[in-house]
């Protein structure tokens, strides 16, 4: 499977970047990455299309692997986020979790007032 910025290097590499300068090897990479930032905006929206009951079976797997090296993650039922948290293997105590619990309880408050901050009516 190749990326973008893959496709993006080998198609520069197999140009002629002798002939161009620098500013225009830069014009056109920045040419290129504006393309295929489009492609990234529309696959983003299809990922966001996936539910969490999607999620729950790679998620068993990927807790499975990791569980072993002190690592677990979990989608969060508020918020729909995925945490990570790095736990103890022996004493089963959660050393850190990313996003923090604060963090969380914050961003969930900053969603219940979003609505209120400001007001659209004209």
């Known amino acids: 499977m190749t990326s973008p910025l893959t496709d993006m290097i080998t198609t520069l590499s197999s140009t002629s970047s002798r ?3 620098p500013q225009q090897r830069l014009d056109s990479t920045l040419t290129q990455l ?20 999607e999620l729950v079976e790679p998620l068993q797997r990927i807790n499975a692997t990791m569980r072993p090296h002190g690592l677990e993650f979990e989608v969060s039922e508020q918020s729909s986020r995925v945490i ?4 103890d293997r022996e004493s ?7 996003p923090a619990e604060e963090v969380l ?11 209120r ?3 659209l009516e004209a």
């Open 19 to 21: 002939t161009l300068t």
């Open 34 to 53: 504006s393309v295929t930032d489009g492609s990234a905006t529309q696959q983003g929206a299809a990922a966001d299309a996936i539910s969490k009951g």
């Open 84 to 87: 990570t948290r790095v736990v």
């Open 92 to 98: 089963g105590e959660v050393i850190r979790q990313i």
């Open 105 to 115: 309880q914050l961003a969930e408050r900053l969603e219940e007032l979003q609505g």
């Open 117 to 119: 901050l400001i007001s």
